[in-house]
Each structure stands twice: as structure tokens, then as C-alpha cells.
């Protein structure tokens, strides 16, 4: 198992940006596909971007294309999200997981207990 703490999320006006890391303990973090998630209010959680152990392969939402970066740095455990050009729409909590999933979108064995992203107009 590892555990992941997800910090960054704060408040900023439209068009801003926030960068977002999970840190996760644990040696098996190299090994990880890891991937952010989020979840507005009375919506489900999606997946907004992953990112595979060797960081040769992501996925991006239509949503975020453009606008969000996934990267990762195994040697630090840390698996970031910056995101630019922030709209009210992207706000939600923001969820980091990591695992062996099968695709992308899961199934994650491993989540973080969330970060709480506001875009104001």
C-alpha cells in the first residue's frame, strides 16, 4: 500500500493557475500509473489526467487538453498537476490515486484524501 497526500488546492480568479503535488510514501511509487481526479459538487469524480510509471504515456480529459500537465518525479515520490488558465468549471476536489490499474481511468488501489480547488469569475 502507499498513501498519498495531495496539497496546492486553494482559491484563484479565472485564468490563474494552481500547481498541484501528491507525495507518496512508500518504495512501489516507481512503479505506479498515477492519475488525478476530481469531483465537483453533486457530480461524479473523473479522471482528469494520468500519467504511466515512466512517464512516456498520459491521458488528458477534452476539458483540460491544453490547459493541465501531468508530470512525475520518482525520485522525490511526487506526481504533479499544473494547471493554467483556470475556469470556474474546474472547480472541484481534487483527488490523486495510484496503482496498477488496467486503463487510466482504473480501477486505483490507493487515493489520497483530496484537495479542494475554487475558481472564482
Known amino acids: 500500500q502507499v498513501q498519498l497526500v495531495e496539497s496546492g488546492g486553494g482559491l484563484v480568479q479565472a485564468g490563474g493557475s494552481l500547481r498541484l503535488s501528491c507525495a507518496a510514501s512508500g518504495r512501489t511509487f516507481s512503479t505506479y500509473t498515477m492519475g488525478w481526479f476530481r469531483q465537483a459538487p453533486g457530480k461524479e469524480r473523473d479522471l482528469v489526467a494520468g500519467i504511466n510509471w515512466s512517464s512516456t504515456n498520459t491521458y488528458y480529459a477534452d476539458s483540460v487538453k491544453g490547459r493541465f500537465t501531468i508530470s512525475r518525479d520518482n525520485a522525490k515520490n511526487t506526481v504533479y498537476l499544473q494547471m493554467n488558465s483556470l475556469q470556474p468549471e474546474d472547480t472541484a476536489v481534487y483527488y490523486c490515486?495510484?496503482?496498477?490499474?488496467?486503463?487510466?481511468?482504473?480501477?486505483?488501489?490507493?487515493w489520497g484524501q483530496g484537495t479542494r480547488v475554487t475558481v472564482s469569475s
Open positions: 490515486a495510484g496503482g496498477r490499474p488496467a486503463t487510466f481511468r482504473g480501477p486505483y488501489d490507493n
